[in-house]
């Protein structure tokens, strides 16, 4: 399909949501295309139910309406399977290292679980477009495919036609690399110094730092000890739970260690 080898399955996925909120908003539809190193693909799309109001900004988007959803699972109910399908993938996705993926962690976290990125690479094609030509998904499917895009914004339909940008992509710029290594590489913009995923906290050489707000550059070791409250205002906080785990522990002495 590619004129990329894989080693290890690589799951295209795309969500549509309840809006662009990643600590507030939720999942109301989930498509996954699972390639696997044998050539096969697995297709599958499930509706969420948010628990929550889909606003009509949102429905205007994806044409989700809240009783679309009110007798499909939730993300919760689902978890434990969709965690076990992620393991030992790879993943891709138009526009996931901005938003899907981020939102995604939340949701896993809300069911209690601790989805990591360590060990996979991430395939971006917006990444890649951004670079090379700064347009929309849309676009990008006319440019790399010579097609227009219909049914835009249904979840299956972007991520399918997010695998035709990726294999345009690779035609069209000979330049590009064609292992998946190299695509993480490139896809990759997240801050090298971030300690946690949202690079709340960071690392200063060894030395682990507070990384937004007043207190940037500060030490975290000095923040435990002379202005403790501010690891706790971020425990009572809308933080992500990685950075939470961060102040928690921070609070009990434990600091993260570089390696």
Request: proline share 6%.
């Amino acid at each position: 399909m590619f004129d990329i080898k894989i080693d290890k399955p690589l799951v295209f996925f795309d969500l549509e949501t309840t809006g662009t909120n990643v600590q507030n908003d939720r999942v109301v539809e989930i498509s996954v295309v699972k390639l696997f190193p044998s050539g096969e693909k697995e297709v599958k799309t499930r509706r969420i139910n948010p628990e929550m109001h889909i606003p009509e900004d949102a429905t205007k988007i994806h044409g989700i309406k809240d009783e679309d959803v009110a007798d499909c699972p939730t993300f919760k109910s689902l978890s434990k399977n969709f965690y076990i399908y992620l393991e030992g993938c790879d993943l891709a996705g138009y526009n996931i290292i901005r938003f899907d993926l981020p939102l995604l962690i939340r949701e896993f976290s809300r069911a209690q679980l601790e989805f990591s990125l360590d060990g996979r690479r991430l395939i971006d094609p917006f990444v890649i477009f951004c670079q090379m030509e700064p347009r929309n998904l849309t676009a990008a499917y006319k440019l790399f495919c010579g097609k227009e895009l219909t049914n835009a914004h249904s979840a299956e339909a972007d991520t399918l036609a997010t695998i035709e940008i990726l294999e345009g992509q690779l035609k069209k710029y000979p330049e590009l690399p064609h292992s998946i290594d190299a695509l993480h590489e490139l896809c990759d913009q997240r801050d090298p110094s971030r300690i946690d995923a949202g690079g709340r906290f960071k690392w200063q050489d060894k030395e682990a730092i507070i990384g937004f707000g007043k207190n940037s550059g500060i030490p975290l070791r000095k923040i435990a000890v002379d202005n403790p409250g501010f690891l706790k205002w971020m425990l009572n906080s809308d933080f992500p739970e990685d950075a939470k785990k961060i102040a928690h522990e921070a609070l009990k002495g434990i600091f993260p260690v570089k390696e």
